[in-house]
Structures are given as structure tokens and as C-alpha cells.
């Protein structure tokens, strides 16, 4: 199986929707190939994508930041780890120490910021554990399954990462 086609798996996966706050249509093999190949492409110093591998290098999910503001030294970060099976295994929250150590040390970034959904609790105590704070929720700003929920908004500075 192609990267391509382990992430259109993932990205159409109704739970990993929900947990990644994604849209709710189905992707395509023609969207997805088209999203990967721009990724791969793309030369902006705006996004970086990293892929999430076990020890074999099988690939399990992906990590990005994205938003990248070199004047304010803020970014956003997203995670997925897609193959639900390899889901709270340690991989998560290896990826996010490593990003995070990115993003402060080599990029020189001062702020990273994430959005989570109220109800991705693994999510929010990872967070919570590697020194994430709080910063605001929107309220009932996610509609999946037929319920609002609301989105919390989390950042993390340089210099109160707990690794």
C-alpha cells in the first residue's frame, strides 16, 4: 500500500474524522493523490509535514506545523496518527516532543498552538502533559454525529515544554 493510500484510509476513517475535526465527505483517490503530490511539491517555509513511522518505518500517521509566522515565531501543529491499532502506544506523544523541540529550537518559535475537540480526551491529557495550556474554547463550533461540540484551543511556549 502507497503512503497515498494509507492516508486516504485515514482521512476517510468516520472516528478519525471526528477526532481531527475533519469534513465529513468522502476523499477521493484523485483528491487525495493531488493533496499528497502538493505536499511533496511544495516549497513554502509555511508548513512542514512529517510523517509518523513505527520502528520498521511503516508509516502510522503524520505530524505538521503549519501556519508558520517567522516575525511573531507562532505556528499551529496538527497531529494524526491513523492506524487506530497503534493509537495510544507512545507514538503520538514521541512525535510531539520531537516537533516541539523542532519548532523552539531549530525554527527559533516562541508559541505553538493547537485546536482539539472537547471530546478527544487521550488528545487533551497528552497535551496537558507535555505543558499545553488552555488559551480559549470556541463554543459549539464542531458539528459531527449530529452534536455541536466545542473546540479547545491550546498553545505551548518556549520554555514550559515538560519533556
Known amino acids: 500500500m502507497t503512503d ?3 492516508t486516504l484510509k485515514w482521512r476517510n476513517d468516520f472516528v478519525i474524522k471526528q477526532q481531527a475535526m475533519m469534513h465529513p465527505f468522502p476523499i477521493t483517490e484523485m483528491v487525495e493523490k ?10 513554502s517555509d509555511k508548513t512542514i509535514y512529517f510523517t509518523i513511522t513505527k520502528n520498521d518505518d511503516t ?3 503524520f505530524i505538521t506545523l503549519n501556519k508558520i509566522n517567522y516575525t511573531h515565531k507562532n505556528c499551529r501543529l496538527g497531529i494524526l ?3 487506530a491499532g497503534e ?3 507512545g507514538y503520538g506523544k514521541e512525535a510531539m516532543e520531537l516537533i516541539i523541540n523542532y519548532a523552539f529550537k531549530t525554527l527559533n518559535l516562541n508559541k505553538i498552538t493547537l485546536e482539539v475537540t472537547e471530546i478527544n480526551k487521550q488528545a ?5 502533559n507535555l505543558g499545553f495550556v488552555e488559551e480559549g474554547r470556541l463554543k459549539q463550533h ?3 454525529n449530529g452534536e455541536y461540540f466545542d473546540i479547545i484551543i491550546m ?3 518556549r520554555g514550559t515544554i515538560k519533556m
Request: aromatic letters at 22%.
Open 142 to 144: 464542531f458539528f459531527a
Open 34 to 43: 493531488a493533496w499528497y503530490e502538493d505536499i511533496l511539491k511544495s516549497t
Open 81 to 83: 496518527i491513523g492506524e
Open 155 to 157: 498553545s505551548n511556549f
Open 4 to 6: 497515498w493510500e494509507k
Open 87 to 89: 493509537q495510544g502506544k
Open 59 to 61: 508509516p502510522i500517521g
Open 124 to 128: 487533551i491529557k497528552l497535551y496537558l
